[in-house]
């Protein structure tokens, strides 16, 4: 296993761990992880942790916020709706709304790339695990 080094289109440099293997009578190579940017496999997890942990903490923000304006708008007596269409059109004339608006879709966003970056550090884990056994091999 080793680390290749390739150019992007947009130039920038990527690293990506590679496995190499004798499969009838040619050698093959297989992409075992993509580290992006990250030189090392251990940089490549902590980015990933990093990131990982940056969105988790941007949606537990956002729904505190959203939390914050239905409690507001609740002590006022109005209702919120829970329909997003209708949070939409009310954040056309309303500042509340519009920040409620902005906190669902950041939250929204978010619980999309959990699970994304909680598999994508699963295969980096796993891919370190391959590599420890090849090094001590």
Same mark, same amino acid.
């Given at each position: 296993?080793?680390?290749?080094?390739?150019?992007?289109?947009?130039?920038?440099?990527?690293?990506?761990?590679?496995?190499?293997?004798?499969?009838?009578?040619?050698?093959?190579?297989?992409?075992?992880?993509?580290?992006?940017?990250?030189?090392?496999?251990?940089?490549?997890?902590?980015?990933?942790?990093?990131?990982?942990?940056?969105?988790?903490? *941007? $949606?537990?923000?956002? !729904? %505190?916020?959203?939390?914050?304006?239905?409690? @507001? #708008?609740?002590? &006022?007596?109005?209702?919120?709706?829970?329909?997003?269409?209708?949070?939409?059109?009310?954040?056309?004339?309303?500042?509340?709304?519009?920040?409620?608006?902005?906190?669902?879709?950041?939250?929204?966003?978010?619980?999309?790339?959990?699970? *994304? $970056?909680?598999?994508? !550090? %699963?295969?980096?884990?796993?891919?370190?695990? @391959? #590599?420890?056994? &090849?090094?001590?091999?």
């Amino acid at each position: 296993m080793f680390v290749r080094q390739k150019t992007s289109r947009g130039g920038k440099i990527i690293h990506q761990l590679v496995e190499t293997a004798r499969i009838d009578d040619k050698v093959r190579q297989r992409v075992i992880a993509h580290l992006g940017e990250s030189a090392s496999l251990a940089a490549a997890i902590q980015e990933c942790e990093a990131k990982l942990e940056r969105e988790r903490g *941007l $949606l537990a923000k956002s !729904l %505190a916020g959203a939390e914050e304006v239905r409690a @507001k #708008w609740d002590s &006022k007596g109005s209702k919120v709706p829970n329909d997003l269409a209708a949070i939409r059109r009310m954040a056309r004339h309303n500042w509340d709304m519009k920040f409620l608006r902005n906190a669902l879709w950041f939250a929204q966003q978010a619980q999309k790339k959990i699970p *994304l $970056l909680e598999g994508q !550090l %699963a295969r980096l884990r796993a891919a370190e695990g @391959k #590599w420890r056994e &090849k090094s001590e091999t």
